[in-house]
């Protein structure tokens, strides 16, 4: 079946750097278009950003853009976010999704606080 398994959240500093991976099993990676999707306390899920199955497409919300950075390695099945300068608003649980068929991972929470 369909997994997505999401990791390398955590505390980090105003400023500072993650990049999390999200783990996929169950289908043919490379053949999907990818997501992250953010959730804030108290807010809504928030689309962050989107990748072609081959990588070469990619696009970002406004708040996220020029800071992170979406890739993903066909060869090992996992899709990346790298977020640098990260702020107090990125403060988030960060799922990974598949677009086709809803598929979406656990989450992971980052915290941006001093």
């Known amino acids: 079946q369909v997994q997505l398994v999401e990791s390398g959240g955590g505390l980090v500093q105003p400023g500072g750097s993650l990049r999390p991976p999200c783990e996929a099993s169950g289908f043919a990676f490379s053949g999907f278009v990818m997501r992250w999707y953010r959730q804030a306390p108290g807010k809504e899920r928030e689309l962050v950003s989107h990748?072609?199955?081959?990588?070469?497409?990619?696009n970002y919300a406004d708040s996220v853009k020029g800071r992170f950075t979406i890739s993903r390695d066909n060869r090992k099945n996992t899709l990346y976010l790298q977020m640098n300068d990260l702020k107090p608003e990125d403060t988030a649980v960060y799922y990974c999704?598949?677009?086709?068929?809803?598929?979406w991972g656990k989450g992971t929470l980052v915290t941006v606080s001093s």
């Open positions: 999704t598949r677009p086709t068929g809803n598929y």
């Open positions: 990748i072609s199955t081959t990588g070469t497409s990619t």
